[in-house]
């Protein structure tokens, strides 16, 4: 039996893997084009974190969004990661990731 999953599901073959993560985190796009889910994740969940992710996927992608273990590179600004809070909803990168996911 076949069934559809509607995008952004990842149909461009982005690798998408389980794995344990701090407790409050349910996901994360790395800049090599992997997104990584908490493991904790209820599967009826899974797919939102998956649109999620891939926003900020297609961010990097279009050279918008990167980061390093230091700071976050936002359309040409350089954010130190120690002044934020990782995943606020007003951060801009985020706040679209939440619009359109």
């Not at 039996?1 to 993560?21: G, L, Q, R």
């Not at 084009?33 to 908490?38: A, D, V, Y």
Request: aromatic share 8%; net charge negative; hydrophobic share 35%.
């Amino acid at each position: 039996m076949a069934f559809k999953i509607a995008p952004p599901f990842p149909i461009d073959n982005t690798p998408v893997y389980h794995v344990d993560m701090e407790d409050g985190v349910l996901g994360k796009a790395n800049n090599n084009g992997t997104i990584i889910i908490n493991k904790d994740v209820p599967c009826d969940k899974v797919q939102d974190v998956i649109n999620h992710e891939m926003v900020h996927i297609n961010q990097m992608r279009r050279g918008d969004l990167d980061y390093d273990d230091k700071n976050v590179y936002w359309k040409g600004k350089v954010i130190p990661r120690s002044s934020i809070k990782e995943g606020a909803k007003d951060l801009p990168w985020e706040a679209e990731a939440y619009r359109n996911a």
